[in-house]
């Protein structure tokens, strides 16, 4: 997985509660990506980092805040779980403007009951 | 608003058959058009891409068709194998700096022994 690891791998929430998801890469790539996949909705970009603490919503950011103080960690947060945010979440990482490819981590499987 | 519209849901094909996805879009500004590959409890990895000024491009089995006039493209895999069996998205890359990445629903593929 391209020298990404994300953190948990597996959660269970219960609604209205925080949470914190963390990706961590050792490629050094100033691009991180948070999606959600769910489906029938393939994969869906939730924010996106373009550099340390340069950071910008994607298609479905509501609900969700992200942080970038260092280049190899990209935290996505739910500020207060719902069970619609139940879904798998992937961090993926890219080396610049020109790559064509986005290299993405195993996923961390979040249940909100 | 589904940007990248992608059939069939599901596909089972017969070891040695030919597989075909297809894939449409609607925004003529992607610039890059990669397809990933997915098995169970992974994250999505790069499989093929093309740009929108080839019409068709191989590597191994697998071939791109890409028909820029009617804003299509497919995945073809020849001699289809068992282990080929998973879940294949299609995807456009925006152009920018942030080159953010907007995805098919996805084809679940099952290749029969």
């Known amino acids: 997985d391209a020298g990404i690891t994300q953190s948990p791998r597996h959660k269970v929430t219960e609604t209205g509660t925080p949470v914190t998801l963390r990706c961590h890469q050792t490629e050094n790539h100033r691009y991180m990506y948070w999606y959600r996949q769910d489906p029938g909705h393939g994969l869906r970009l939730i924010h996106y980092s373009y550099g340390v603490k340069d950071t910008d919503k994607g298609e479905v950011s509501d609900g969700y805040s992200v942080s970038r103080s260092k280049t190899e960690d990209f935290l996505l947060t739910l500020e207060s779980a719902t069970s619609s945010q139940t879904s798998v979440y992937f961090c993926?990482?890219?080396?610049?403007?020109?790559?064509?490819?986005?290299?993405f981590g195993p996923g961390t499987r979040l249940t909100v009951t | 608003q589904q940007q990248v519209k992608q059939s069939p849901q599901s596909l089972i094909v017969q070891k040695g058959g030919i597989s075909i996805i297809n894939c449409a879009y609607e925004n003529t500004a992607f610039d890059y058009f990669p397809w990933y590959q997915q098995f169970p409890g992974k994250g999505p990895a790069l499989l093929i891409a093309?740009?929108?000024?080839?019409s068709e491009k191989k590597e191994g089995r697998f071939t791109i068709s890409f028909n820029k006039s009617a804003k299509q493209f497919s995945l073809h895999i020849m001699d289809s194998q068992p282990g080929d069996s998973a879940t294949y998205f299609c995807?456009?890359?925006?152009?920018?700096?942030?080159?953010?990445?907007?995805f098919g629903s996805g084809t679940q593929l099952t290749v029969l022994p």
């Open positions: 995807a456009a890359l925006l152009p920018g700096s942030a080159r953010q990445l907007t």
């Open positions: 093309i740009r929108p000024d080839v």
């Open positions: 993926a990482i890219s080396e610049s403007p020109t790559s064509k490819g986005q290299y």
